[in-house]
């Protein structure tokens, strides 16, 4: 549960690191501390199109909703039941933003961006402990690539747990030969009293963006 002037937010999620073939049905310490930022500064999103890459069970997506006035969001990720976990949490907690229209839930696989399977122009890209699996990278950063050329001046926001260096340095190196800038944020303002997670870890948040 988060609560933060309040604005509450009820998720369901598993305890299990995997569940039903997939880690995406619970919400990985990078998610919080993307929402510090985020609540921190919530200019970032205010009145911007948004779209999450591997929402997982929601939190960000229905916190950053409820909190930071999104003109839309769109939470996505590539597994069904993650989907069907998310549109759960999302109706629970974004009922009236649902039937607007304002918030959206959809399947997006990062091995098929290149096919303009998807339409989004977004302003505003955000995703959260998705840099983990080092076959999966290419696919990554040409789906990062793909939406920040979708709309010009589009940035996108990405939250790390620096598990593995490696991995991570291999994601840098593909953004650069893409083409794509990165830069590291400071870190926010930790919300001690609101998210509950092992601070001691490495993170890291890069703003994307192209020139």
């Known amino acids: 549960m988060y609560d933060q002037n309040k604005c509450s937010v009820t998720i369901k999620i598993s305890t299990s690191l995997l569940s039903q073939g997939t880690t995406g049905l619970q919400t990985w310490e990078a998610s919080y501390y993307l929402l510090e930022l985020l609540i921190a500064d919530k200019d970032l ?23 930071c006035n999104p003109s839309k969001y769109v939470l996505t990720d590539c597994h069904e039941t993650v989907l069907e976990t998310v549109m759960e949490n999302v109706k629970i907690n974004c009922k009236d933003e649902v039937h607007n229209g304002l918030v959206g839930v959809s399947r997006f696989d990062w091995t098929e ?34 939406l ?38 400071p870190k926010p303002p930790p919300l001690t009293d609101t998210f ?10 890069l703003m994307l963006f192209i020139q």
């Open 45 to 67: 999103l205010l009145g911007k199109c948004t779209v999450e890459l591997g929402c997982g069970a929601g939190l960000v997506g229905i916190a950053a909703v409820k909190t």
């Open 113 to 146: 961006s290149h096919q303009s399977q998807h339409s989004y122009e977004a302003d505003v890209i955000l995703a959260a402990d998705v840099i983990f699996d080092p076959s999966v990278t290419p696919a990554l950063v040409v789906t990062l690539k793909v």
């Open 148 to 185: 920040l050329q979708s709309k010009a001046g589009s940035k996108a926001y990405v939250a790390s747990t620096i598990r593995n260096i490696d991995t991570y340095l291999q994601f840098k190196r593909h953004l650069k030969q893409n083409g794509v800038e990165s830069a590291v944020l």
């Open 196 to 205: 509950f997670y092992d601070r001691t870890k490495d993170y890291e948040i």
